[in-house]
């Protein structure tokens, strides 16, 4: 009833092009968006802005990178931890090495370093294909893994190997309450994940496309798979890397090479497929998914433990919710293999015909 | 030289135990396309079952009991199985339909009750080890049935991803049930280190008896393997499967059946790398990780090749062993300072690159034809 398009006219190319050709979804958009930056900071606890919202949102950027790796040039990575340490280990570097630049300068310069290692570590791609460039990739993860714990100009030779993030300043506004955090990065993620959105519409995404799709025949109509694979590495890991550094920097304050473990790849891994490859969108539902589940877990199952007599400790709680995530990962995987962004588009489908199906 | 023969042979000998895990890979990789991740998780779970089986230090008798029926259920089917011919199918309505249920049932009932006469006291080697093959062979059914059926003729990373998936809650499963500690593993394997060559060299060649032990089960394990592959009729399928899904389906040869039983195959490599590894560093959690020390074998060596897991096991062994103790001294040499050690950590996965950028397909894979 409220969802139909029936009655909007294209009548310009720009409009038929439009990112949501839809006036629902141009409102709805618009309205989370407004939602999240007006409303939210002051419903919201400080707890759930420091540990829901703003690793949701970091994570749901890194997913973006990840995804148009994956989803959008099938080129599978599992080494996007690597470059996410990357991004913040550069982005340090800039800011204690050279403090004149701006805050927001250096983590952006820390994607662009990231960028340019992943176009190093993308050069295997052009000869190898599937898991065998995935297990490749994984030697970047280790090799950087390696790298910042044991090689001490990176951590600016701190005993301990931890490193402690510079104060937030951003032209002259101090990031410091959780509120601030939480704007600095829902405005960071904004524009990339719509600079994202319209890379993967224009011309170079379709190029990822078409080498996804099949990259023999791709070349032959013209695609360089060269410039293509490069290029989604590079955006890639340009995307991750600023994630690495917001992460970092703002979520975590001071860190250890032990958070960009093979364990967060996995994690974006897992939030790209149950998301949805190939879709900006499903980035943030996956992120989401794969952020809160495990909290939520925690929190869950002692009660629900007690409910039936079992009284867990903090060992079996947590290789209990391990179980149950594996479980319920394998389960999303054979009930939608395409995703929360498959559901939400199929949801859509019936929208436009509610209440009205006939 | 004495001292680079050591560490080179230290090096093959660790080498043989990463092949050994490596197989198991292969092994699935070659009949179901599938890249399982969860062999590490595979051999933590062989290990702690065999382990507390054998020792008892955490798990209760209702442990000992569940355990009992499970095995005992598990070869009460596998039996009726080979009784009945495989592909035998009965009728609905048929009380022969039933029968499947019925036998597992009540040999689940016998083997617990069995299990509770006994109480929680440990069994001796030759009941452990059917036991936690036993086990595993109820993993491989349960991924055949619960896992792989409902994605058949999905991509290739849905499938792995969902294998990642399994190793989430294998980890989970098996420790919530067998406990999460460091167990010594005892089976009778001699510890001591040896000297070899002592005419030779001066001291001679210090070799850990226990890695030549492994080496010994890994040669039996991969020639058993060969036999069951080239000789029986089973492992015929099982290379008809690899071959070609649908042409072997065609012919007859029931796909899901061959799943169960390469799965099962692998939890028993499974069982073995944790019998081998787990003398060596304790039953603990640490060895899942060994899943990743696997892969850099499997892409040298090719994702489909045996003889491949088992040399590129022993190149990377080999390789990381020398390259550990000598890269301090060469950079040393090189750039004037010594780089700081712990290169293992990543050396396999950048030789493993560095090969790929030449043979895309391993040592021993099969060489890619595309077409469009």
Redesign the interface.
Known sequence: MFYREAGQFKVTYSADMAIFPIAQDRIAVLAIVAGAFLLMPFVATEYFLNSIMVPTLILALAAIGLNIL?GYCGQ?SLGSGAFMAIGAYAAYSFAIRVPELPLLVSILLGGVVSAMVGIAFG??SL??????L???T??AQ??F??LF???GWFTNYTPSGSVNAPRLDVFGWTVNTPVEKYLFVLAVVCVLALLAKNLVRGHVGRQWMAIRD?D??AE?IGIRPMYAKLSAFAVSSFFVGVAGALWAFVHLGSWEPLAFS?DRS?QL??AV?IGGLGSILGCFLGAAFMWILPIFLDIALPPLGELVGWKMDK??VS????????????FF??VE?HGLARLWSLLKEKLRLWPFPY | MGFFLEVLIGGLLTGVLYSLVALGFVLIFKASGVFNFAQGAMVLMAGLALVQLIEPTYIGLWHFVGIGALVAAVAGLLILRVVRGGTLAAAKGDWRAKLPALVGVGAGLVGGLLALAGGAKGWPLWLAIPAAIAVMVAVAWVVERWVLRPLVNQEGIILFMATLGITFFIDGFSQTLFGSNVYPLNIGLSKDPVFLLENVFEGGILVNQLDISGAIIAGVLVAGLAVFFQKTRIGRALRAVADDHAAAQSVGIPLNWIWFIVWSVAGIVALVAAIVWGSKLGIQFSLTFLALKALPVLILGGFTSVPGAIVGGLLIGAGEKVAEVYFPVVTKFAFGTAMPGGIEYWFAYVLALVFLLFRPQGLFGERIIERV
């Open positions: 994956v599978v050069i295997p000869r190898i294909k599937g898991f065998y995935a297990v490749a994984l030697a280790f090799f893994d390696w714990a044991r090689v099949m023999i025949a032959i093979i996995f891994l897992f497929i060992a079996t290789h209990f919710s391990f179980m149950i995530f594996g479980g319920l990962i394998v995987l054979i293999p």
